[in-house]
Each structure stands twice: as C-alpha cells, then as structure tokens.
C-alpha cells in the first residue's frame, strides 16, 4: 500500500478509548474529557474487521493506544483476535504502565510482546504534578513486570519539556544494567489553543534531541559512564518507528531520540491513525480524518477500501514550521499519538 508520495504504508496506531486514568497536563484537560456516545466508539469486533481489510491491504504492524488502552475491558482478547490475523507480524501497545503490574502476564499470554511506557520524569513528586493523579512507583513497578513476563523491546518514552527542568542523564542510565530502551520525544504543541490543554507550554518549550544528546553526553563523560554511540544491527530494539538510537559501552539496553520538530522524518512515514470513533487520520499534525465507522457497521469492504485509499492519498508530504506552534485542535489523548 502506497501514498501519493510513494510511501509504503505498513503500520498502522489504533487508539482504543480517548479515556485515561491520569491527567497529564499535555495531554488532557484537568476535569477529564467529555463523554462520548458508547455507540460512537468501535466495537472490538469492528476494530478486528478493520485490521483484516488493512491486513490485505500490506498492513503489517499494529500498536495499540489511547487515551489508555489499559482501561478498556478486554483488551487481551483484543489481542488475540488481531494476532490470530493473516499478514499481522507485529502487536505493540503504548501504556502509561499504572496497571500493567497487573495486567502484564495477561498480556504476553494473549500475543503481546513488546511495550512502550510513558514516562516523563523520575522525580515523585513533579511525576504528581504532571499527571495530576498518579504515583510513580505504580509506573515503576509495571516496569519491572514487563520485564520480568519477558516484554521485549520494553521502552520508555519521556517527552522533554524545557520548563520541567528533566534529568536526561537519570534517564539515560537506566538502559546500563537492564535492557531497557530509553526515548526522548520531542514535545510538540498540540492540543487545544489555551497552551496545550492548560499546560501553559508553547514552543519555546521544545527541547531538541540534539541538546538532549549533547546534556547526557556531558554528563555522562564527566561521571566516567562514556559517551552515546551509535547502535547498530542487534544493539537496536525492534520496531518500526522513526527513532534514532544510541548506547553506552557496554550498556544492556538503548537511548533514543524522536525529533518529529527538528529533524522531520516524514518522508519515511509508514503509518495511519485509527481513533477510537472511527476517523483516519492520515498525520498526526492535521485535523484531516476519514470515517470508516459508516463503512464497518454497513459491512461495505468496497467503502471501506474507497476511505483507506483516500486516507492514504492525502497523506501530505511533510509538516510545516508554522504547524508547530499547535499542531491540531485535537487534543493527544483522542488522536493515539
């Protein structure tokens, strides 16, 4: 499957619910979202059927996201199901990592291997702050049980935000002695117009992997850890994303860096965006989406093929400098990220 650009796309990020039990300041409102209409949101079976169609259609990758998708009931059998799907290689999820304590072995039992952790700070009590609601030792321990059920590549995204003043070099140490893969992403402002859901961050907020590299490079060489290098053939972790990964010597696991502002990587971008309502989304910063909720409760594969291809033939080529100042209305916890 092409886009007019000549993209292969292959990955496709389904968001299950717009939910969430924290409220990270740069994702969600204070006071918790509007509630949708049940009958708005795709049903499992839906989301299966889609899969299925995209599947023949050369999608190969799937992540699933929210909102969090850890509090929708049934996501394990969710898994199993688009497991089980012809063409489907690779299952994903993106968690804040609050029940994946719990849920971890249910998880890897049902076809789950790998896991990306949200995780934007090691201080407890800016982790507080930045949630509004949770507590970081229930992130940490899911952190522990996806290593322990043997969740592999398990990695951590931190969104580095200049006004969070953020150890990089805390972070990046936790890939010496676990394998665990640490990303920075850069934050982009997106979101409502009162300054990302109410953050009150803008874009002199971004902090560019290039920085972020250069602070735990000197850190690390003044505490006689070395510097980053590059990793290459099985020193980088699986996965289809746009990261760019480094290691210490010696290291079990991996630091990466995501610069969808500095350093755009749209022209190797492979993916759509299912929200949990049913829209297409093309790219991560437009407001453009398709419906393919008519076309699954109509049962009309013909219609569907018709959105997938018009989703895929709007694709644009690249985002623009003026994006970034707010990329989308929307805010991140209805679009999957």
Known sequence: MKDSHGRTIDYLRISLTDRCNLRCVYCMPADGILQVPHDTILRYDEIVRFVQVAAQRGVQRVRLTGGEPLVRKGVAGLIERLSAIEGIDDISLTTNGVLLKKMAPEL?????????????????????????????????????????????????????????????????????????????????????????????????????CDDIRRQIDEGAQAAGIGTLVAAEGNNRPVGGGPARYYHFPQALGTVGFISPLSRHFCGDCNRLRLTSTGGLRPCLFSDKEYDVRTPLRAGNDAALNAVIDAACGMKPSEHHEGDHARATQTNMNAIGG
Not at 144 to 156: H, Q, R, S, T, Y
């Open 108 to 208: 890897h039992r049902a076809g789950l291997r790998r896991v990306n952790i949200s995780l934007d700070t090691l201080d407890p009590a800016q982790f507080t702050q930045i949630t509004r609601l949770g507590h970081i030792e229930s992130v940490l321990e899911g952190i522990d049980a996806a290593l322990e059920v043997g969740f592999d590549p398990v990695k951590i995204n931190a969104v580095a935000v200049r006004s969070l003043h953020q150890d990089y070099l805390a972070f990046a140490k936790l890939s010496l002695d676990r394998p665990l893969h640490i990303r920075f992403i850069e934050y982009m402002p997106v979101g409502n117009s009162s300054g990302t859901c109410g953050a009150g961050w803008g874009p002199e907020d971004v902090v560019s």
